[in-house]
């Protein structure tokens, strides 16, 4: 097949991964001809444009397709993608994350590509939105939903939410779980012992493990609201923040406010070849995100073998279950608190959630999984 994939930034960030994974297993495993069109990388959280060379991929940068919503430039990417589309002639056009949807599909469907298909990794609409940014939202993702054939959820809750917000028509929808590399996370490829030195930990620290860009609604506040009463409990527990941010500087400065500075172990960007052994080395999880498609850090944190604490948001209940985990209303702090000290107490009890987790979730979140799926789905739109 000729394929073209499209997407604003190819930061280290779950969407991305997931889309660079798709890219490379449809390139390897499938020996499609496949173009990745991409916009600029900006920001502190490093970018995958090395991988993707590295891996002998197409990719095609292009500085107009931007996340901010800025008509003038949005209307040349759009233009500018049509023209790329009548190049390349794909077979299937598949875009992914918001802005890209709208425009990608705008280009494809007006390009009339056999087929065009959709993948949510997290709705721009939602509770934590204001309510003129939800009615822009979701008009634009009713409009884009008409142009195209499928659209593919990370989670079931994507498709729930999306389907009761009026966008799309259920039989367009298709559950596709975002892929990785499985085998990385049930075998770190470095020591637990060794990571931890490297890291600081002491034998008797238990550690929690936080991996998200420091970004606001990703929980980091929430965490160190918590740290003192958890600290109170249990002066062993330790918090580790994996991934880096605009918010780095003002978190270290809230530590050191609240007294909390000696728990917390801010590690910084790091390649995702690494985030296997760091989970490895932690006790647990916690990520208390107010949105998140299926943030990929819980099914990895399991298949290591760590449990998680997770708020109720989005497809998190759909691997954080009671046998997994910890799963909190959204800024629910007390439960957070309380959920911390519980799994920071009990080495029995962090061991059964985590060793269930592996056993429930190693095959659905193998990248060949998705992708096998992906285009078993791009077979069925296509004509005979």
């Not at 991934?243 to 000696?262: A, N, P, Q, S, Y």
């Not at 590690?267 to 998140?292: F, Q, T």
């Amino acid at each position: 097949m000729k394929i073209v994939h499209i997407i604003t930034r190819l930061i280290l960030g779950g969407a991305q991964e997931n889309t660079l994974l798709t890219v490379e297993g449809l390139h390897h495993r499938h020996g499609d001809d496949v173009t990745l069109i991409t916009g600029p990388a900006e920001g502190p959280e490093g970018d995958l444009f090395d991988r993707s060379y590295r891996q002998g991929l197409k990719v095609e940068m292009m500085p107009e397709l931007i996340r901010p919503v800025r008509p003038l430039t949005d209307v040349k990417a759009y233009r500018l993608l049509r023209r790329a589309i009548r190049r390349l002639r794909p077979d299937v056009v598949h875009t992914h994350s918001s802005k890209a949807g709208i425009v990608g599909r705008a280009a494809a469907w007006d390009e009339r590509v056999p087929a065009v298909v959709h993948t949510i990794h997290g709705l721009p609409f939602g509770p934590s939105e204001t309510p003129p940014k939800n009615h822009l939202y979701v008009a634009a993702e009713r409009w884009a939903a008409r142009r195209c054939h499928a659209i593919v959820s990370v989670c079931d809750a994507m498709t729930e939410q999306a389907l009761a917000a009026g966008v799309g028509r259920p039989e367009q929808y298709r559950t596709v779980y975002s892929g990785m590399d499985v085998e990385a996370f049930l075998d770190p490829p470095r020591p637990r012992a060794e990571v931890r030195r490297e890291l600081g930990l002491a034998d008797d620290d238990v550690a929690f493990g936080t991996v998200a860009r420091l970004f606001e609604r990703k929980g980091h506040e929430d965490i160190l609201a918590v740290a003192p009463e958890v600290l109170k409990a249990n002066p062993r527990v330790r918090f580790v923040f994996i991934g880096d941010g605009v918010l780095r500087e003002h978190l270290m400065g809230e530590t050191e406010r609240l007294g909390v500075r000696h728990a917390f172990h801010f590690v910084g960007l790091v390649p995702p070849g690494r985030i296997p052994e760091l989970l490895g080395a932690m006790d647990a999880v916690v990520h208390p995100s107010l949105r998140e498609g299926l943030a990929r850090v819980l099914p990895q944190s399991l298949l290591v073998g760590r449990p998680v604490i997770s708020y109720d948001v989005d497809g998190a209940r759909e691997v954080v279950l009671p046998e997994t985990g910890i799963l909190l209303k959204p800024r629910d702090l007390p439960g957070l608190a309380a959920g911390v000290v519980r799994l920071a107490a009990d080495p029995a009890l962090r061991d059964a959630l985590g060793q269930e987790g592996r056993r429930r979730f190693a095959h659905q979140f193998r990248h060949e999984t998705m992708t096998d799926q992906l285009r078993a789905l791009y077979t069925d739109l296509l004509p005979a």
